[in-house]
Structure formats: structure tokens, C-alpha cells
């Protein structure tokens, strides 16, 4: 099915990324440093599994074929595999992925995979257990790399991993990723740190290009792939000696947003057509019942005319996005 969700520059729109949460229990250097705080938003509530549900519909009807669970720590919802299975039940939506902190998949990752997630995404900023422990704020590292082996267990052909790229923290170690990979069918995701509205003195002291890790693939032989309407907007590489495959997103770079295929809402039913935009468009008066999926895919189809070509980041516009809890990074 062709996406009717097109904008001004032709770019059509095939990914969802739902946040369902912005609460987190790990404490990251570059998003929570000081832990989660309630944005102030009295009496917020969540989106619930039947407005999760409508919206996944809507999307799907309009020719979404990916969501993405996001949030803050997703799997912090006690109806976590309830709201897989809810997506998973629309036949539209191939794909449905999570991004985690890993901290509940070894007790939990089968039982998502058996209500229908088939791809996930687990945060590990560092192979060494200390110095996880010092970007997270959380002495999980033996927790999340048990995780990784049960997805694997779980039927699970691949896992990706997300690594913020941070220099003089990480930026150095490519061949502990390397050599990690090498007999593991994991994509390694190298992102490069982003500024946000809370993180800019971080941001200034750590940021490194992704370009650097690039030049060092391909100088190893490394070669990148071609990228699918609904993937991710990760460049990916692979050598014939790496059961794994390193991916590089890197939003600095020139054109990132010529390929931009996603569409976020966030955990308060708001749509947010850019992770760095202005503000929302709220969809949550129209998740009330079935009988306004006509109304809510036009008002997200609208939408759709006020996407900017690109975002602002290289002049210091991060918009609303205070933390990458956010909205769901």
C-alpha cells in the first residue's frame, strides 16, 4: 500500500513512533540526568489501549506500515504486551518495534515476542559495566546484556542495539563494538549525541560527528546498504566477517532530512510531525470511540502540509523538546 500521508516535499510517511509513557527509570546522562520529572502537566493521563489502538488504526489506514513503541521506558506500562498485541492485531502493520532500556526483557522478551513484537531496540551506551553505570545512573549492565541473549532465545533473528555517540566517553572504543559484534547478529546503531533544551552544556562538550566512525568503516572494508521505505533513518553497514551490522544516524549531516519517513505521536495524544518542532497537533479529542477514525485521519493527513523540509539543530532550534523523553526520541 502506498502512503497517503505525503507532504509539501514529496516525502511520504510510512513509520509511526508512539510514545506511550514519558516516565524513564534509568537516569542518562544525555536525557535524565537528574531522573524523571513530571513536565507539570496536572493530571495527565496516558494514552490508554483503545486510544492506542484507534490511533494505530488511523495511521495504518493511511498507509503506515511500521510503529515504533517509545517512550520514556515503554515497558513501564503494566499493560505493555497488552498494547503489542492490540498493534500487532491490525494485518496493515508489518512491523511492530520497541525501543527499551532492557532492564525487564530477560523476565518479559518472549512473552512479547508471542502477542507480536518483532523488532526491538535496547539502549547500551557502553560494553563496560562501570561506566554503564555511570551514563544511566542504574547498575543494570549484566541485566540488559542477559536480556539481549533472551531475545535471541526468544526467536528474536536480530537485535539492534542504540549507542549515543559521546566524545571522550565512547566515541573511542569502536573496536569493543567491533569485537562484540563480530559473532552476534546485532545492528550496533551509533547516534550521535543531540542537542535538546536541557542538554546544551552536554551537548557542547561531547558531541562528535558520526562521520568519524564511518571513515573508520570503510577504511576496514565495511560497506553501506541501501535503506527500505519504512526503515529507520540509521545509514547501515556490513562486512562478510560480522554477523553484525553497524548503523550511523547522524542528524547533523547535510540532507538527513530529505529521507524522513516518520511521524511521532506523543504518550498525550499530541502528533508531532518533527522531534525538534514547534508544538503538536492534538489528535486525543477524536480517540474517544471508533466513530471518528474518518475525522482523525484527515485532521492527520492535514497535518502533513505544516512539516517544515528540515529541522533547526545547526542553529541551536530544539524546539519543544526539552529531554528526549519527551515526545519519544
Known amino acids: 500500500m502506498v502512503s497517503q500521508l505525503t507532504d509539501a516535499y514529496a516525502r511520504r510517511f510510512y513509520y509511526l513512533r508512539l510514545s506511550i509513557t514519558d516516565v524513564c527509570n534509568?537516569?542518562?546522562t544525555y536525557c535524565l540526568p537528574d531522573g524523571y520529572r513530571p513536565n507539570g502537566l496536572a493530571n495527565k493521563?496516558?494514552?490508554?489501549?483503545d486510544e492506542i489502538r484507534r490511533v494505530a488504526s488511523a495511521f495504518a489506514a493511511l498507509g503506515?506500515?511500521?510503529?515504533?513503541?517509545?517512550?520514556?521506558?515503554?515497558?513501564?506500562r503494566r499493560d505493555f504486551t497488552d498494547i503489542v498485541r492490540t498493534v500487532a492485531d491490525n494485518d496493515a502493520i508489518r512491523q511492530v518495534a520497541v525501543t527499551t532500556n532492557g532492564y525487564r526483557m530477560a523476565r518479559d522478551v518472549r512473552a512479547?515476542?508471542?502477542a507480536?513484537?518483532?523488532h526491538i531496540n535496547v539502549s547500551v551506551d557502553s560494553l563496560d559495566a562501570r561506566q554503564f553505570h555511570a551514563i544511566t545512573g542504574e547498575d543494570k549492565f549484566t541485566q540488559v546484556m542477559a536480556g539481549i541473549d533472551a531475545a535471541f532465545e526468544a526467536g528474536f533473528e536480530r537485535v539492534k542495539v542504540n549507542t549515543v555517540l559521546m566524545r571522550d566517553v565512547n566515541h573511542h572504543q569502536l573496536d569493543t563494538f567491533l569485537a562484540w559484534i563480530k559473532p552476534r547478529p546485532v545492528q550496533l546503531r551509533f547516534i550521535?549525541?543531540?542537542?535538546?533544551?536541557?542538554?546544551?552544556?552536554?551537548?557542547?562538550?561531547?558531541?562528535?560527528?558520526?562521520a568519524t566512525v564511518r571513515d573508520a568503516l570503510l577504511e576496514r572494508g565495511w560497506t553501506?546498504?541501501?535503506?527500505?521505505?519504512?526503515?529507520?533513518?540509521?545509514?547501515?553497514?556490513t562486512h562478510p566477517d560480522y554477523a553484525g551490522q553497524i548503523g550511523l544516524i547522524m542528524p547533523y549531516e547535510k540532507d538527513f532530512c530529505a529521507s524522513c519517513n516518520r511521524l511521532r505521536v506523543s504518550s498525550l495524544g499530541n502528533l508531532h510531525l518533527c522531534l525538534f518542532g514547534d508544538g503538536g497537533i492534538t489528535l486525543r479529542d477524536l480517540l474517544a470511540s471508533d466513530d471518528s477514525q474518518a475525522e482523525l485521519q484527515a485532521r492527520i493527513a492535514r497535518a502533513l502540509a505544516h512539516k517544515k523540509q528540515a529541522h533547526f539543530l545547526h542553529?541551536?532550534?530544539?524546539?519543544?523538546?526539552?529531554n528526549l523523553s519527551w515526545i519519544g526520541g
Open 116 to 118: 507480536g513484537l518483532t
Open 45 to 49: 493521563s496516558f494514552l490508554t489501549c
Open 224 to 237: 553501506q546498504q541501501l535503506r527500505g521505505r519504512s526503515d529507520g533513518p540509521a545509514q547501515v553497514f
Open 112 to 114: 512479547w515476542r508471542e
Open 192 to 210: 550521535e549525541l543531540m542537542e535538546t533544551g536541557d542538554g546544551g552544556s552536554l551537548f557542547r562538550k561531547h558531541h562528535i560527528s558520526g
Open 315 to 322: 542553529e541551536g532550534n530544539t524546539g519543544i523538546t526539552q
Open 64 to 76: 503506515t506500515e511500521k510503529v515504533r513503541l517509545t517512550g520514556g521506558e515503554p515497558t513501564l
Open 26 to 28: 534509568f537516569r542518562c
